[in-house]
């Protein structure tokens, strides 16, 4: 049905009918009519979700043209309109709404929209005005949303992972590094099955959680190269109807010039848009990164607890009151936020491996919710690690003095004694140290069972606490 006129909207057209739309708007009919449809979370594509799409369009819309596919003029004002959008202009006129048509059309279509409608403004036309710059017919050249979105998903993976997540896990490791440092000769309790244990290093800990973390970023790695291997190219179904034979290779090349990584194009096209298993093997990986840190997180929270009541071995940094009625009270709250964005990570890693198995023969439709939980995910990890790092890992201290305390009241300390007097003694002079109050010290040598300067030499909490050696078959140590 045709609207009425107005000054302030312009008329479009697409298969199902006329639509005014605002005249200030860069999107069109096709956006108009998804947002409609969609009024679903009220979040808006991420921005580094953006950034792909307009990655991809700039490259094809490069390639086609000089592949004489589209004209030289219009290719070259879409590269100026892609050019903006990555420059920051025109960012509010991405607007569907996360959770919308599958396989990610609607968002596919306000991208194309976007680019003819600015790319006819460069060209001296009026907005709208879809024969002479289309958004199907020239910025969607070749492509299809089946190949298009899937090689988004690889590009905002990588581009996040290497602005974001990676970045952040570095500063992570070598902040936990540092601490290690300085926490090396601080002996504290071993707490295993959260009862006493053998005595350890403070610093030993945070060197652990560096290395954990380190683990965690290679595993990662790993599974991001899958993200470099696009099928861009297999337009509707895979098979590549519609492009130029030469279009399939160069536009690879083209983004890859434009992000600066290795990329290749697909050996099969019809796996590239059918698998999920590229975001599947990315998710689990950020999936196991992130019950790693909700454990570093508890751990923290735990040797942080008191000031009174609790352990209180470390002293995370305050950096805001932390109740709203107990007053000088400060929580740990950078480490509590950790945790609770690890698990929204698991969350949207669980949402993504039930889209991943939904694929239908040529198609997976369920890519919008892959392609932001993954994003996601990656950004809000990324993000956390970083703010836990500047205002929680950094500004660590540790209270020596009851760390030692603690470790030398753990009755586990007898465990050093079993090659000496047997595990059964040893049990039985623990027994009697926690029945009567005594030290273990004291109680070996009432029982005569050592001598007091071989007790002292094995009673040494800090050789206790030592890592012993990675010794090598010729018997020379690491
Ligand atoms: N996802 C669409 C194709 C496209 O949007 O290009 C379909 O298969 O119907």
């Not at 000054?7 to 200030?24: A, K, T, W, Y």
């Not at 590009?155 to 290690?180: F, R, V």
């Amino acid at each position: 049905m045709t609207q009425p006129m107005d000054l302030d909207v312009r008329i479009e057209r697409d298969s199902m009918g006329d639509r005014s739309i605002p005249c200030s708007a860069y999107y069109g009919i096709q956006t108009l009519r998804a947002t409609e449809n969609f009024p679903i979370s009220g979040i808006k594509p991420l921005p580094t979700y953006v950034d792909a799409c307009i990655i991809i369009k700039k490259a094809t819309a490069i390639v086609n043209g000089k592949l004489g596919c589209i004209p030289q003029e219009i290719g070259q004002a879409i590269v100026q309109a892609a050019d903006e959008v990555l420059a920051g202009k025109l960012r509010d006129q991405f607007v569907v709404d996360v959770y919308q048509a599958g396989a990610g059309t609607s968002h596919h279509m306000n991208v194309n929209e976007v680019l003819a409608n600015r790319a006819l403004e460069i060209l001296g036309e009026q907005k709208g005005n879809y024969k002479r710059v289309s958004p199907n017919d020239h910025v969607n050249y070749g492509q299809s949303t089946n190949d298009v979105i899937p090689t988004a998903i690889r590009i905002g993976g990588l581009l996040a992972l290497s602005k974001t997540l990676h970045p952040a896990l570095e500063n992570a490791i070598a902040a936990l590094e540092e601490k290690a440092q300085e926490f090396q000769n601080v002996v504290r309790s071993g707490r295993t099955h959260m009862q006493d244990a053998v005595p350890v290093r403070l610093g030993e800990n945070f060197r652990a959680w560096a290395h954990i973390l380190t683990e965690h970023q290679n595993r990662i790695y790993t599974a991001s190269s899958d993200l470099m291997i696009l099928g861009l190219g297999g337009s509707a179904a895979g098979t590549g109807l519609n492009t130029h034979p030469q279009y399939r290779a160069s536009v690879v090349q083209a983004i890859a010039e434009i992000i600066n990584f290795p990329l290749e194009p697909a050996p099969h096209l019809m796996a590239a848009m059918q698998s999920m298993a590229p975001f599947v093997n990315v998710s689990g990986a950020l999936r196991n990164l992130a019950q790693d840190l909700v454990k570093i997180s508890h751990d923290l929270r735990l040797m942080d607890s008191g000031p009174k009541t609790g352990l209180k071995e470390i002293q995370l940094p305050p950096v805001q009151p932390g109740s709203s009625i107990m007053p000088g009270k400060y929580n740990p709250v950078m480490a509590e936020m950790t945790s609770m964005v690890c698990f929204q990570v698991m969350g949207y890693d669980h949402a993504i491996a039930l889209a991943a198995q939904a694929g239908q023969l040529e198609l997976n439709v369920m890519m919008p919710l892959i392609a932001y939980n993954l994003i996601h995910s990656i950004e809000i990890l990324g993000n956390t690690i970083a703010a836990l790092t500047e205002r929680c890992i950094k500004g660590i201290t540790a209270y020596q003095e009851r760390c030692l305390a603690y470790a030398e009241g753990s009755l586990a300390l007898v465990t050093a004694l079993n090659t000496h007097i047997g595990y059964l003694n040893a049990a039985a002079v623990a027994k009697e140290s926690l029945e009567t109050g005594q030290s273990l010290r004291q109680i070996v040598l009432e029982r005569g069972l050592m001598s007091e300067e071989e007790l002292a030499k094995v009673l040494n909490l800090e050789q206790m606490s030592a890592i012993v050696p990675l010794t090598i078959q010729d018997g020379k140590s690491e």
